[in-house]
T-cell receptor, first 115, second 116 residues
Framework: GAGVSQSPSNKVTEKGKDVELRCDPI?????LYWYRQSLGQGLEFLIYFQGNSAPDKSGLPSDRFSAERTGGSVSTLTIQRTQQEDSAVYLC?????????????FGDGTRLSIL | AQTVTQSQPEMSVQEAETVTLSCTYDTSESDYYLFWYKQPPSRQMILVIRQEAYKQQNATENRFSVNFQKAAKSFSLKISDSQLGDAAMYFCAYRSVEASGYALNFGKGTSLLVTP
């Protein structure tokens, strides 16, 4: 597709379960970002990938959160032992390069609800 | 970390009128980039306009323009001839040129309502 694709669109799971969120960036984009959008909190940065490596993981809120990117393309964000405070919209963005000027193109996000 | 503040949680404008959304930020850097993103109910963040801090000329994109006041650390968005399709959440964002990866640092957003 032409844009950033995220799946699933919505995910409802029980507290304590593990979840995987997927992001398929725009073809050829080397930089990939994950953000979390909580109600009333705006967007917060989670992690940045350049190619398959993650030089900036500073936004990951706890060790229950991890992410990987393979083949310089698809990325997976994994949340282990989910808690209710993990409920949020998780947005993925990609850009052609990791430079500061290039726009980040966002997907539609995954709405995660923890029961 | 840089702080981005959007002091107006909600704004309302009549169709065809002009509205200004405010944004201030806190930074010690001299060079950086500023962005306005729009998020309609579909959740997808759409880039509206961007500004380089070292450029004094305000950026303009059709009906959208900014008033960038570097000394005051202010970056407001003006929407002219408002249309119903402009209704959305608007986020101001800061991007450092020094931080690795250049992640966006967002404000909490302003919800814009456009009335007929």
């Amino acid at each position: 597709g032409a844009g950033v694709s995220q799946s699933p669109s919505n995910k409802v799971t029980e507290k304590g379960k593990d979840v995987e969120l997927r992001c398929d960036p725009i073809s050829g984009h080397t930089a990939l970002y994950w953000y979390r959008q909580s109600l009333g909190q705006g967007l917060e940065f989670l992690i940045y990938f350049q190619g398959n490596s993650a030089p900036d993981k500073s936004g990951l809120p706890s060790d229950r959160f991890s992410a990987e990117r393979t083949g310089g393309s698809v990325s997976t964000l994994t949340i282990q032992r989910t808690q209710q405070e993990d409920s949020a919209v998780y947005l993925c963005a990609s850009s052609l390069e990791g430079g500061p000027w290039g726009p980040q193109h966002f997907g539609d996000g995954t709405r995660l609800s923890i029961l | 970390a840089q702080t981005v503040t959007q002091s107006q949680p909600e704004m309302s404008v009549q169709e065809a009128e002009t509205v200004t959304l405010s944004c201030t930020y806190d930074t010690s850097e001299s060079d950086y980039y500023l962005f306005w993103y729009k998020q309609p109910p579909s959740r997808q963040m759409i880039l509206v306009i961007r500004q380089e801090a070292y450029k004094q000329q305000n950026a303009t994109e059709n009906r959208f323009s900014v008033n960038f006041q570097k000394a005051a650390k202010s970056f407001s968005l003006k929407i002219s001839d408002s249309q119903l399709g402009d209704a959305a959440m608007y986020f101001c964002a800061y991007r450092s040129v020094e931080a690795s990866g250049y992640a966006l640092n967002f404000g909490k957003g302003t919800s814009l309502l456009v009335t007929p």
